[in-house]
């Protein structure tokens, strides 16, 4: 009996093609949205999440608590806070850095980028540690001052010119050798900055005592909540003040995910609405189909069918919209979605789009449950409808 009532379902939808489909669009659209901004706010949490694990989850960031990241000014870090924090044991390495913005020139082309002064002493194991990898060249090494490791995009696009290992760029006045390419990262900001020995960036920017940020390689992770504890007291200690702040790379990322959280709870709101809008052209659609078949309904219970039947019959064919709608948006949401990941990579930033099957799986179910949702009331309407009632309107019709 029900795969009588499926086949009847399927056999209405196709007779009124052209309202389905515009009733099936709504549907669409807002499974489409949802599908599309589910999966690159999820790609962009994981694409982060393996960034910060390259980064490295064994390290504590120091900088001032106006600092921001790398490009950003900040004030209160010294070089004397450097020194309380070696105090420290525990610690692999502590690697101090000052991030400049500034223009580079070569020849007669001038470019504006990121330049890290990273000590040469630390300079290869740091990288390394980060999850960076040489594309040609090497790294920074002691005794090395006007020479520069750079990004693969600073090679590629900064100039008109390509540069290659070897070439000489000039920053603050002086010449600097490329002897290091990194590989491709995936953001245009690591992609582009231009990486040099840290006394070199305190002698040409003038500031000998200035520490943007200190990064602090933690020999065991079990040891970080107390090394963490550690640093903000003796550093509250020694200088007397707050301004500063001590976090982990996992604290950064719980942070990242709380706010793309947020970001993607409003977004799929905002989706569904669309997607409640295409409920209601159901509903309509469907309360316009019951009083067009008022003779059939009628013919229907006066050969014997129950309420129960008309009620089923309607039912499933609102739910098959909902349905056909959720199909199409399923595939149009991942279009866009892998569209959006193509954008940001040809944009500088490598967002990896993974397509998951629960969140596929997921927009048809939810499109199927507003179909079936939109259809009750018009069901329940058909439902009701008498025999008598078709009569008359037999009656009232002139041929």
């Known amino acids: 009996m029900l795969k009588d009532y499926f086949l009847m379902a399927i056999g209405n939808i196709r007779h009124r093609k052209l309202r389905t489909w515009l009733t099936v669009i709504g549907i669409i659209i807002g499974v489409a949205a949802i599908i599309s901004l589910v999966t690159v706010s999820r790609s ?17 960031i120091i900088s001032s608590k106006g600092f921001q990241g790398p490009g950003t000014s900040s004030e209160g870090l010294t070089t004397q806070d450097l020194k309380t924090i070696e105090q420290i044991s525990g610690f692999k390495y502590i690697v101090p850095g000052l991030f400049i913005s500034t223009e580079v020139r070569h020849k007669d082309e001038v470019g504006f980028t990121l330049i890290n002064g990273v000590p040469a002493e630390n300079f290869e194991e740091f990288f390394l540690d980060s999850g960076a990898e040489l594309q040609e060249g090497r790294f920074i090494r002691n005794g090395d001052r006007f020479e520069a490791v750079v ?19 000039e920053i603050e006045g002086k010449e600097f050798k490329i002897i290091g390419v990194l590989k491709e990262i995936g953001n245009s900001q690591d992609d582009n900055q231009i990486n040099i020995p840290l006394d070199t960036a305190r002698e040409i920017f003038n500031k000998p005592n200035d520490v943007d940020a200190i990064i602090a390689q933690v020999k065991s992770p079990d040891d970080i909540p107390l090394l963490q504890e550690k640093i903000e007291r003796e550093l509250e200690r020694k200088r007397g003040d707050t301004n500063f702040q001590v976090v982990t790379a996992t604290q950064i990322l719980e942070q990242i995910g709380e706010i793309l959280g947020i970001i993607q709870f409003v977004l799929v709101g905002i989706a569904a609405i669309s997607l409640i809008v295409g409920g209601i052209g159901i509903m309509n659609s469907m309360y316009t189909s019951a009083l067009e078949r008022t003779k059939e309904i009628g013919i229907m219970k006066a050969i014997g069918a129950k309420n129960s039947d008309i009620f089923e019959i309607f039912l499933i064919e609102s739910g098959l919209i909902g349905l056909v709608g959720g199909l199409f948006g399923t595939i149009l949401g991942s279009v866009i979605a892998l569209t959006i990941g193509e954008f940001s990579k040809n944009a500088g930033f490598l967002l990896n789009i993974k397509i998951e099957i629960l969140v596929l799986v997921f927009g048809l179910a939810f499109a199927f449950v507003i179909g079936i949702f939109s259809g009750i009331l018009p069901a329940v309407q058909a439902a009701k409808l008498k025999p008598v009632e078709s009569y008359k309107s037999l009656k009232s019709l002139k041929f």
């Open 44 to 60: 962009l949490e994981s694409t982060l999440e393996s960034q910060f694990e390259q980064f490295g989850a064994n390290r504590i």
């Open 151 to 169: 990004g693969s995009k600073v090679i590629e696009s900064m100039f008109d010119n390509p540069l290659k290992l070897g070439s000489k760029i």
